[in-house]
């Protein structure tokens, strides 16, 4: 990144836990490797399934953000049981078009979206902005009476 003051840097993937701030499992970015027992894909999918091993099958929640996020994925972690949330890049073809952010929306709105055990939201924190969300670990469009925030957001 040219704006940044170091042209190099360590890559360092983790996997903590977000009260006790705890590092369960991390993977340092090694860039391509050799053939060999080091040679790793490096998508982000691949990424997260290496990460959460530790806990797959322990019904724990994995919070992501967009570069991480994708269908495939949370499809993965729900078969392992562990639930999936994260923020989505507003380019994924699963998105449908009425969550995307226009200039009809104002700021506050959110539309909820369900699937079986799976919850797709966009919410409007600006003009012409959207974020967008998605969860299996919650199964409600429930608003913070005091943000006025869908819950998902505060999670």
Same mark, same amino acid.
């Given at each position: ?6 042209? /190099?840097?360590? %890559?360092? *993937?983790? =996997?903590?836990?977000?009260? +006790?701030? /705890?590092? #369960?499992? !991390? ?25 959460? #091993?530790? $806990? ?11 570069? /991480?996020?994708? $269908?495939? =994925? =949370? &499809?993965? !972690?729900?078969?392992?049981?562990? +639930?999936?949330?994260?923020?989505? %890049?507003?380019?994924?073809?699963? $998105?449908?078009?009425? *969550? ?9 709105? #959110?539309?909820?979206? *369900?699937?079986?055990? %799976? !919850? ?15 969860? #299996?670990? &919650? ?8 943000? %006025?925030?869908?819950? $998902?957001?505060?999670?």
């Amino acid at each position: 990144m040219p704006n940044k003051p170091a042209k /190099y840097g360590v %890559k360092v *993937f983790a =996997l903590r836990d977000a009260k +006790t701030f /705890y590092c #369960s499992n !991390l993977e340092i970015y090694c860039g391509k490797q050799p053939p060999g027992p080091y040679d790793v894909r490096n998508t982000p999918t691949d990424i997260v399934k290496r990460l959460v #091993s530790p $806990i797959e099958n322990s019904n724990k929640n994995v919070t992501t953000d967009n570069w /991480y996020t994708n $269908i495939p =994925l =949370l &499809h993965y !972690l729900l078969e392992k049981k562990t +639930t999936p949330l994260g923020t989505m %890049k507003k380019n994924r073809l699963e $998105i449908p078009p009425e *969550f995307l952010p226009t200039k009809a929306r104002q700021p506050g709105e #959110s539309i909820f979206g *369900f699937q079986k055990d %799976k !919850l797709l939201v966009s919410s409007v924190p600006k003009r012409n902005k959207a974020v967008i969300l998605f969860s #299996s670990m &919650h199964d409600s469009g429930v608003m913070d009476e005091a943000t %006025k925030k869908p819950e $998902i957001i505060l999670d």
